[in-house]
């Protein structure tokens, strides 16, 4: 604990990065001149870095780019895995895993170890991978790399060591799971096929062993040829040698005949006493034309022949259908019996596999669904219905349905918010599900005891904006709001028009929502915001609409004598709930009130519409287009429901609407919130000179440029998925960077609009791309009656401090440290009955002139972020108590104050991929980790913070992942986690009886063991494969101290007070080496000397 003490004598306090006495942090930046009342600051400053650390905890929505799927079915386990090499585990609700290989190939096939707790991966790089289960946190346990051949197909009998892997060259090869290595024992495809046979026969396409004799492996190679391999007698049973080339293989359960799927649409069943040809061939989706021929139909992936007990045999396959019809969706198709069900899909199918009773292949298999693996969805087909409903999905894996555009978290949310949103979103659920229960059923999972209520909103390009139930690492969809119902379906345009419209005009770019009193703020794409109320009843209402034009001529400059003699604070406008057009006060603006050019992008439903109970739109306001140019887009916005006001800033100004009046209260330029006190002096000046300049502008022309605001395509476009890059040159002119100064951030809240101040009163802070702070006083009527009929008033702005790089975020703590809530109004039903004898009145948190004096009246801190500072300012005397220079190289993308521990600090993310903690008010840093190597668009558009250490971003366009920065949370995480494994019996095999054993084969007695162990097999070449141990013993011990070096070098940055301990812990973490290493030679060793002895013989 650090107890901080500053004492304010009236001069411009320094700092440990000693630029606030820079000359632009001087009187042109707000510092104060005249000195305030001397104070005491006392803050106990609890953070600090041991309280950090970055792990990820769970990832949810569906997995990117799938390739593979595996299934337990005695554990009930679901596996899919990825192009970029993730894996993801899913079990019951709660129980979702989800690892990632070190090399980030595409996984290709995944083979659980049944009912064993383990998962072999095979990848791209052609390696083998041993993922232990029986952890919360999977890890590999060993590795196997081929160097020679290519990895094609892989099989793992019931209850077997030995793993079957097929390879491109045509050869199979035999993998000890246990030790993971190579047998000795190969199949070599000259072998296999007849010696007379001079083609290749391509790549290994399928390996299953035979259910009446496990020592027959059935080898399917491409090119359409099989072989059943007799393990023992090391020679072939027997060769088909088909015409088409072979998709998969199929066995019937009784090993007598199994089925193949080819290229050419066609199924082929095979009988064992006869194999010189098919007894069967079938074309399911092929008819016969006029001229006697077959249609040509698409290949047939996978088929999968399942017998039932007391029906006919299931024939489930993907693809077949005839070439000619076009546009047909992907389907899967199902034969039972003579019925034949075709179910078609939204997306194409990337792998389906039969969910049986049970897990021997030469039972009866008695399958009872079947999942389905599509490109961007996972649904599971109920088998024991004749319709085939398909189950109702428990994960979320529907957060891609349109694409997301903005993402929000809140956290600690009221305890009443989730069951409301919940029981409205329940009346719209779709209909028609299977009602049995969701098959994927394994693993165990518990309510943790440190939970505490979550949502996650995310905005879609569609308009549409989902809540989501994040509690206790999970995620449900709770509610579901469509903002394009409040307006007008989109005519076509013409012209430029067409080519400067929107693909998805209604795409949310960012919300805004208060929780405790349910207002909700939607900003779109087509320059429109949205005002919602929650109402437990529907209603019906026209929705108002306000045009605001906030348009500034590039060419104009304005200099302060130009500002002084046109002023811009407007009056408060008309209460008419009419469209209401509001101009900036901009002197060299030629565009008339009246041009036909003034319409918005969008049209606003004019009608009386009826609402179902929910969220209601109440209010839209527009910019407006411009002299044949479209409105630029919204880049800031705040709400404040004790007010009733809402602000909204863009690349040109900045706009306050009073949303119970209904009416515009201020519409100004950037220029002209300065008025005469503008910080640059703008004048129209080459940018040599501004280059060359030495003065208080030093720090805007190194380092801070505009952003680039100019309008572009909606966020799903894939410039903006793939791009992201901000122009950071200096020979930027300055012109341009001075005539496009952005409103980047605004914050409602009590604060002193000037220095002599006593009392605190309702402010609006503004933050701009240059790093200029504005603060606009205003004055709000308390009384109700007042407040509905009274206008808003606002004071002349005055500038409080500069900062490098646009301006980020706004957040106030008290002068014990503490974070002062935001005033607010709480929630009553717009809708709800009239009572006459209570009457309904506005109730407000933190906004009355008591509460004011008991938070504010001592002053109070402003937090300040930027993309490249952070600012600690003590008002009302705007002196600058702390100043943090966060990073030189890089900016800031996010940052926001979150409360932590009982505790506050400001969290930032970089776009170099760091995320930073800084502690409050002192600002010295806490943790700084290199998470993301590399940061994209859609990482830059959804990250963000929340309370409790916790923050969250798209990985990817289907997936959001959670991630803690708080060292109590990942102490915690193991018992958060979901147990993938839990100790079930095997079920015993059915007694087949004594004829069937007799006539059947001898399987049980087959003995791999003795067939591919060292001692009959030999060992297989070394260069053939290596293996590459998991990370446990002398590894395990050097990742340990090189945990231990990071976490001295992170206390190290963090508390420079214990700088002489360090030298000291790095001594003793090079002996723990030193130790660690000896440690595994002599266990080495001790290992060769007993290497050969028998267990009796230890």
Same mark, same amino acid.
């Given at each position: 604990?650090?107890?901080?003490?500053?004492?304010?004598?009236?001069?411009?306090?320094?700092?440990?990065?000693?630029?606030?006495?820079?000359?632009?942090?001087?009187?042109?930046?707000?510092?104060?001149?005249?000195?305030?009342?001397?104070?005491?600051?006392?803050?106990?400053?609890?953070?600090?870095?041991?309280?950090?650390?970055?792990?990820?905890?769970?990832?949810?929505?569906?997995?990117?780019q799938p390739t593979a799927l595996a299934f337990d079915p005695v554990q009930k386990i679901l596996a899919v895995g990825s192009r970029t090499g993730g894996i993801r585990i899913l079990g019951r609700p709660g129980v979702d895993c989800y690892c990632q290989h070190e090399s980030g190939a595409a996984v290709l096939q995944l083979?659980?170890?049944?009912?064993?707790?383990?998962?072999?991966?095979?990848?791209?790089?052609?390696?083998?991978?041993?993922?232990?289960?029986?952890?919360?946190?999977?890890?590999?346990?060993?590795?196997?790399?081929?160097?020679?051949?290519?990895?094609?197909?892989?099989?793992?009998?019931?209850?077997?060591?030995?793993?079957?892997v097929g390879t491109e060259r045509g050869n199979t090869h035999i993998v000890n799971i246990e030790s993971f290595v190579l047998s000795g024992y190969v199949i070599m495809w000259n072998k296999a096929i007849e010696l007379a046979t001079k083609t290749h026969p391509g790549p290994v396409v399928h390996l299953s062993d035979s259910p009446k004799d496990e020592g027959k492996l059935l080898i399917g190679f491409e090119s359409g040829t099989i072989v059943q391999w007799d393990l023992r007698g090391k020679k072939a049973d027997f060769r088909i040698y088909y015409d088409e080339a072979i998709h998969s293989v199929s066995w019937h359960h009784e090993g007598k005949q199994f089925m193949c799927s080819h290229s050419d649409g066609s199924l082929s069943m095979w009988n064992l006493r006869n194999t010189t040809k098919p007894f069967q061939v079938t074309f399911p989706h092929g008819k016969i034309q006029k001229d006697g021929r077959k249609e040509s139909c698409k290949p047939i992936l996978k088929v999968e022949f399942k017998t039932s007990r007391n029906s006919e045999p299931f024939v489930i396959f993907s693809g077949g259908?005839?070439?000619?019809?076009?546009?047909?969706?992907?389907?899967?198709?199902?034969?039972?019996?003579?019925?034949?069900?075709?179910?078609?899909?939204?997306?194409?199918?990337?792998?389906?596999?039969?969910l049986c009773e049970t897990p021997y292949n030469n039972e009866v298999q008695e399958p009872y669904a079947v999942v389905v693996l599509l490109e961007k969805d996972l649904i599971v087909v109920d088998l024991t219905q004749s319709n085939f409903p398909v189950f109702e999905n428990p994960y979320p894996m529907d957060i891609h349905e349109s694409p997301v555009t903005c993402t929000a978290y809140f956290a600690d949310c009221p305890p009443d918010i989730i069951p409301i949103l919940y029981s409205m979103g329940a009346k719209h659920k779709k209909t028609g599900y299977s009602h049995k229960e969701w098959p994927v059923a394994g693993g165990l999972w518990t309510l943790g005891s440190n939970t505490y209520p979550e949502i996650i909103l995310t905005g879609h390009a569609d308009g549409s904006i989902k809540f989501w139930d994040a509690s206790a690492i999970t995620l449900q969809m709770l509610y579901k709001l469509k903002t394009s119902k409040a307006f007008e379906k989109p005519k076509p345009a013409e012209g430029r028009a067409a080519e400067m419209v929107e693909e998805d005009p209604f795409a949310v770019q960012m919300v805004s929502w208060c929780p405790h009193s349910r207002i909700f703020c939607v900003v779109g794409i087509?320059?429109?915001?949205?005002?919602?109320?929650?109402?437990?009843?529907?209603?019906?209402?026209?929705?108002?609409?306000?045009?605001?034009?906030?348009?500034?001529?590039?060419?104009?400059? %304005?200099?302060?004598?130009? *500002?002084?003699?046109?002023?811009?604070? +407007?009056?408060?406008? $008309?209460? &008419?709930?009419?469209?209401?057009?509001?101009?900036?006060?901009?002197?060299?603006?030629?565009?008339?009130?009246?041009?036909?050019?003034?319409?918005?992008?969008?049209?606003?439903?004019?009608?009386?519409?009826?609402?179902?109970?929910?969220?209601?739109?109440?209010?839209?306001?527009q910019l407006l287009w411009a002299d044949g140019e479209p409105p630029q887009q919204i880049t800031s916005l705040d709400i404040n429901s004790a007010y009733g006001l809402l602000a909204l800033?863009?690349?040109?100004?900045?706009?306050?609407?009073?949303?119970?009046?209904?009416?515009?209260?201020?519409?100004?330029?950037?220029?002209?919130?300065?008025?005469?006190?503008?910080?640059?002096?703008?004048?129209?000046?080459?940018?040599?000179?501004?280059?060359?300049?030495?003065?208080?502008?030093?720090?805007?022309?190194?380092?801070?440029?505009? %952003?680039?605001?100019?309008? *572009?395509?909606?966020?799903?476009?894939? +410039?903006?998925?793939? $791009?992201? &890059?901000r122009s950071r040159s200096s020979s930027v002119c300055s012109i341009d960077r001075d005539t496009k100064e952005a409103v980047t951030t605004l914050q409602f809240g009590e604060s002193y609009g000037r220095k002599g101040d006593a009392m605190p009163t309702p402010c609006l802070w503004v933050g701009t791309s240059l790093g200029v702070v504005l603060l606009i006083p205003m004055s709000i009527p308390t009384d109700q009656e007042e407040r509905m009929d009274e206008p808003v008033t606002i004071g002349p702005s005055g500038t409080v401090l500069m900062l490098k790089g646009s301006v980020l975020r706004f957040s106030f703590l008290d002068c014990t440290g503490?974070?002062?809530?935001?005033?607010?109004?709480?929630?009553?039903?717009?809708?709800?009955?009239?009572?006459?004898?209570?009457?309904?009145?506005?109730?407000?948190?933190?906004?009355?002139?008591?509460?004011?004096?008991?938070?504010?009246?001592?002053?109070?801190?402003a937090v300040v972020c930027s993309e490249k500072q952070a600012k600690v300012v003590l008002m009302p005397s705007q002196s600058c108590l702390f100043v943090h220079n966060i990073t030189e190289s890089s900016f800031v993308l996010r940052a926001d104050v979150v409360s932590l521990c009982s505790s506050v600090c400001l969290a930032c993310f970089c776009a170099n991929g760091h995320v930073m903690t800084l502690s409050l008010p002192s600002l010295r840093p806490l943790m700084d980790v290199n998470y993301l190597p590399l940061t994209d668009m859609r990482i830059a558009r959804t990250f963000c913070f929340t309370n409790g250490g916790q923050a969250l971003y798209l990985s990817s366009p289907t997936e959001i992942q959670r991630i803690t920065y708080s060292q109590e949370m990942c102490d915690n995480l193991q018992e958060m986690l979901g147990e993938l494994f839990t100790p079930i019996e095997t079920p015993e095999a059915q007694n087949r009886g004594f004829l069937k054993g007799f006539f059947g084969g001898n399987s049980h007695n087959f003995d791999r063991e003795e067939l591919f162990g060292e001692a009959s097999?030999?060992?297989?070449?070394?260069?053939?494969?290596?293996?590459?141990?998991?990370?446990?013993?002398?590894?395990?011990?050097?990742?340990a101290a090189s945990g231990v070096m990071g976490d001295l070098a992170r206390a190290r940055v963090a508390l420079d007070e214990r700088g002489q301990r360090l030298g000291e812990l790095e001594d003793r973490t090079a002996l723990m080496m030193t130790s660690a290493e000896t440690f595994s030679k002599h266990a080495h060793e001790l290992m060769l000397k007993c290497k050969d002895k028998k267990w009796y013989q230890l």
């Open positions: 604990m650090k107890k901080f003490r500053k004492v304010l004598d009236g001069l411009t306090t320094s700092s440990p990065g000693g630029t606030i006495g820079s000359p632009s942090s001087g009187s042109a930046a707000g510092t104060p001149t005249s000195a305030p009342t001397p104070k005491e600051i006392d803050v106990q400053e609890t953070l600090v870095s041991e309280n950090f650390q970055l792990c990820k905890t769970v990832r949810h929505g569906f997995p990117y083979q659980f170890l049944i009912n064993e707790g383990a998962l072999v991966t095979a990848c791209a790089d052609d390696t083998l991978h041993l993922w232990n289960l029986r952890q919360r946190r999977p890890a590999v346990l060993h590795s196997l790399k081929f160097n020679r051949e290519r990895i094609t197909f892989c099989h793992l009998p019931f209850m077997s060591k030995w793993l079957y259908l005839s070439y000619d019809k076009a546009g047909r969706r992907p389907t899967l198709t199902i034969m039972h019996g003579k019925a034949i069900t075709v179910l078609e899909m939204d997306h194409p199918i990337v792998e389906f596999m039969a087509s320059a429109h915001i949205i005002l919602y109320r929650f109402s437990k009843y529907e209603a019906n209402a026209q929705i108002v609409s306000l045009e605001v034009r906030l348009q500034c001529e590039t060419e104009d400059m %304005v200099t302060p004598s130009e *500002s002084e003699n046109h002023p811009c604070f +407007s009056e408060a406008g $008309s209460r &008419s709930p009419q469209a209401h057009h509001q101009h900036p006060a901009s002197p060299g603006s030629a565009t008339p009130e009246g041009n036909r050019d003034s319409v918005p992008c969008i049209k606003v439903k004019d009608r009386m519409v009826r609402v179902p109970p929910g969220y209601q739109a109440e209010l839209v306001i800033g863009n690349c040109n100004g900045l706009a306050v609407v009073d949303y119970l009046q209904k009416t515009i209260l201020l519409c100004a330029s950037t220029l002209d919130l300065y008025g005469a006190a503008d910080p640059y002096q703008r004048l129209t000046r080459s940018p040599r000179r501004n280059r060359q300049s030495t003065s208080g502008l030093t720090e805007l022309s190194d380092n801070q440029q505009s %952003v680039d605001m100019e309008r *572009s395509k909606s966020p799903t476009s894939e +410039s903006r998925e793939n $791009s992201f &890059s503490a974070l002062i809530q935001s005033p607010h109004e709480v929630w009553r039903d717009p809708n709800a009955p009239e009572d006459p004898e209570r009457p309904r009145r506005r109730k407000l948190v933190n906004f009355s002139p008591s509460s004011s004096q008991d938070n504010c009246g001592e002053g109070h801190l097999a030999g060992k297989a070449s070394r260069s053939l494969a290596q293996h590459i141990p998991g990370q446990v013993g002398m590894e395990g011990m050097k990742v």
